[in-house]
């Protein structure tokens, strides 16, 4: 699937250089250490701050880049896609409870699925009607922007204290989404670039990259899962995740199906599976420790790698337009939520005050920026949807994100106060970050 999104690119350390030149070794390692500092410091300031640490981070990056355009590392999609997304999305899909996202899994799988399409179809009608984009920009516009970024949500949730249920939802939604939107951005720009797709052509493409992505990643997670049952030993069993994660994307991408939906199913299966039947507790203990920490240590440079590659000087020409962008994207989300959401969970209706709260939710990043650095250069008006994607992407990590614990905590106090009607307890002892993680508030 990911090969339909990169034209010829390299995958630099870090991103680091043009695609005309090597930078040296040295340069990609100083480069990381100085993210390193950057993301201890940062770390250190923002528990003196009311602001989420991925927010922080993508502030301190885009600050650092504006101050020094040679500090700007030169971000690929391939960076985002086979180094920084595998591993993020392995740790949160591992940690996911197949019992209760069983309980959610249709409002989930029509979040996923025709929430994308819900939300691709507002942006690109709404971006052709306000923005003045043509057709083409609007749809690819819309497809970038479509699927809600677990590298931002996960970050901020799993340390709100937020009802189980709520937190499983939205981190469930935004997991299968990147799956289903990528799919999709792929499909359109299949369809915007070589001169159409007819719809059934689409829905076939669609069911073979998602559903061979999920078989795929099913597959290796039970294989895995028998193969820890085999052998008590932390390091080679370590090494099995790590073969989930990274292992499974490649060969999705070799086999042309859906990378990041193999990545989620594979995690699912071995977090589950696995966990529970082939791995001591000691293992256990490990594997939370050492992805615990990958996690915290990709999220750091993911965002400031973010804030780092945004083009300021172009989003504040563009402010308008930008803001608008940002405007129909929450749009968008809001149709696609307050539409599927009754639909989809009738049994076990969700409170109001939470259906407010994952439309919030829906922030933007990595998966974003990848989409959109994928597009080929030269092409009318690819320039202008790159600015509205970077704004877009900066705009709900800082609003959205600076803002969501506050509006978690007033959305969700009377539902404690009353039981939350149903609700779950607050998952106040899940999913704790590794020693040293600031605490997002």
Do not use: C, K
Not at 70 to 80: D, E, G, K, N, W
């Amino acid at each position: 699937m990911t090969r339909l999104l990169h034209h010829g690119g390299h995958l630099a350390l870090l991103g680091l250089g043009g695609p005309s030149a090597e930078e040296p070794l040295d340069v990609g390692v100083i480069t990381f250490a100085a993210l390193l500092v950057a993301a201890v410091v940062v770390s250190l300031l923002v528990r003196r701050l009311p602001v989420p640490y991925v927010t922080a981070l993508a502030i301190a990056g885009a600050a650092l880049g504006t101050i020094g355009s040679q500090l700007r590392p030169h971000v690929t999609s391939s960076l985002i896609l086979f180094i920084v997304l595998p591993g993020l999305l392995f740790e949160s899909a591992f940690t996911l409870d197949w019992g209760r996202l069983r309980r959610d899994l249709v409002p989930v799988v029509l979040l996923a699925t025709a929430g994308v399409a819900v939300t691709m179809a507002v942006i690109a009608l709404l971006g052709h009607e306000w923005l003045g984009l043509g057709i083409p920009l609007a749809i690819l516009l819309g497809a970038a922007v479509a699927p809600t970024d677990p590298v931002a949500v996960v970050a901020v949730f799993r340390r709100l204290g937020v009802p189980r249920r709520l937190a499983t939802l939205v981190e469930a939604e935004s997991l299968l989404n990147d799956g289903t939107g990528v799919v999709a951005f792929g499909i359109a720009l299949a369809a915007v670039t070589g001169g159409g797709l007819g719809v059934g052509d689409a829905v076939l493409s669609f069911v073979r990259l998602a559903g061979g992505g999920i078989a795929l990643g099913f597959a290796i997670g039970v294989v895995l899962s028998r193969l820890t049952r085999r052998i008590d030993d932390q390091q080679v069993e370590l090494t099995y995740t790590a073969i989930g994660a990274y292992g499974t994307y490649v060969l999705a991408d070799a086999l042309q199906v859906s990378g990041i939906l193999a990545v989620v199913a594979a995690a699912i299966v071995l977090g589950n599976y696995g966990r529970s039947h082939g791995m001591s507790e000691r293992t256990r203990a490990a594997v939370d420790v050492v992805w615990g920490y990958a996690a915290f240590l990709l999220n750091s440079l993911i965002f400031l790698l973010i804030g780092l590659s945004e083009p300021i000087p172009d989003i504040l020409r563009n402010l308008g337009p930008v803001m608008a962008a940002a405007a129909i994207t929450l749009v968008a989300r809001a149709a696609s939520v307050y539409l599927l959401l009754p639909a989809g969970s009738r049994r076990r209706a969700l409170p109001w005050r939470w259906r407010h709260l994952v439309v919030w939710s829906g922030m933007r990043g990595a998966v974003a920026i990848a989409l959109i650095l994928s597009l080929p250069s030269g092409v009318p008006g690819i320039a202008q949807v790159r600015t509205l994607v970077y704004g877009v992407v900066l705009v709900t990590i800082v609003v959205q994100g600076g803002t969501v614990a506050p509006l978690a905590r007033w959305l969700l106090a009377p539902a404690h106060r009353d039981g939350g009607r149903g609700a779950d307890p607050p998952q106040a002892g899940a999913a704790r970050p590794p020693d040293g993680a600031p605490s997002v508030r």
